[in-house]
């Protein structure tokens, strides 16, 4: 009896996934023994499969190149997702862009001899040090976000007589149907300038009169795991109708515009995956309304977008081994897994939803129901908080899907566990990405 990945459980899997032809019950990974490389790698493990990020990207880029003629594109991931030195130079040969929100991130970049002109560097608060670091290895562009920020900035490229290229990050007051953590354009959002009291507009013409920084273009960005494309087109025409507003009164007209990133993903409770072409299609159709309407008469800005989880989440899968199972008098059976939200907190901060699949026995049916928790001492340490599979037992694998994106950035040392190692796998090679953690890189950062 042959075994097949059904379709929901294959909208969460990387592309490579498939049930192996030797042995029929168990899953490989672009060709590789998921159970092999658990053990010669050890558990947790996280793991990315080459072709699902490559394909995600052209996915992206056909999708803008088909649907977006109206002018340039440029698309950048968005590394707060998942980056490495190996996965960012994979970002730089398929042709993207970046857009990072930190020094580190930054770093990791260079360390990569990313091109620098291919990078924006975000951040609400970025230090006086990480500013000069930009400026210092020739960041593409500076998004703004606040006017401290802007004070900060201009005053660091005056003293090193610099004039870089910057957008103005604007509020837009654009609601979305998401997570409240996950919004960020709302009228209380923290991000950027806000638009409705003309901090935005005003900002633009502080950097004008001021001269010192290059004011390539307005941002915006309305939140994450987006599924409908209305704020990415309520951003764009607020974006655009400051524009005009701009040009009126300065001549000033952009050269870039982004309504930033967040496209979601398919997720357990919605296995439908989103397209991008769908996002595409519609930022060009409100490009070209807004022309109309607006009577935009200048060259149209090139539009920038910003994809992050929807380019590396499925690509990423987690393997956890099973170190405990417990049946409690409540009625809940817990399966206990060698990780948990130390390596992903997105379950208990946002309440996000993922499911699990065996490795190995796949014939079994999932006919139990587990609570899929972690080992860290913790009540909300659930990574699932219900999940029917087969009747598993300690020693076993488990398989988390879509844990690409936001997992191991958020990942901490919680109750001192060194964080796991993740590889980059494609059909001839296995790269060690990051090397798990050990005790001594535990201890070697106490001072006495
Ligand atoms: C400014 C900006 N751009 C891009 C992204 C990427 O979002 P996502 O990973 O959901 O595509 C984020 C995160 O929400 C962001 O804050
Ligand atoms: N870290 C969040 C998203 C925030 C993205 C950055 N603004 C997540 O896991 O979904």
Redo the contacts with the bound molecule.
Sequence with gaps: MAVSLSPAQRALLPDTMSVSASDPFTLELAGHSLKQLAERYGTPLYIFDRATIVNACAQYREAFRREYQASSVQILY?S??YLSPMLARLIAEEGLGL?V?SGGELLVAHRAAFPMERISF?GNNKSAEELRLALRLGVGRI?LDNWSELRRLTQIAREMQMHPGVLVRVAPDVETDTHRY?Q?GHATAK?GFPLSTGDAAEAVRTILREGQLHLLGL?A?S????RETRPYEECLQRLLELAVLLHKETGWWPQELSP?????IATPDAPDRPDPALLAAALQRCILHCVDTLKISQPLPMLII?????IIARAGIALYRIGARKATPGGITYLFVDGGMADNIRPALYGALYTALPVEQLEREHDVSFCVSGRYCESGDMLIEEVRLPDMREGELLLLPTAG??CLPMASNYNLVPRPGVLLVDKETIHVMERRETYDDLLSRYCD
Excluded: I, N, Q
């Excluded at 930033?260 to 979601?264: L, N």
């Design positions: 968005a707060k997702a857009d929100v975000h998004v996950l960020t991000f941002h960005h939140g994450t795991m987006l930033g990133g967040g496209w979601a910003e994809p992050g989880r929807s994106a936001y």
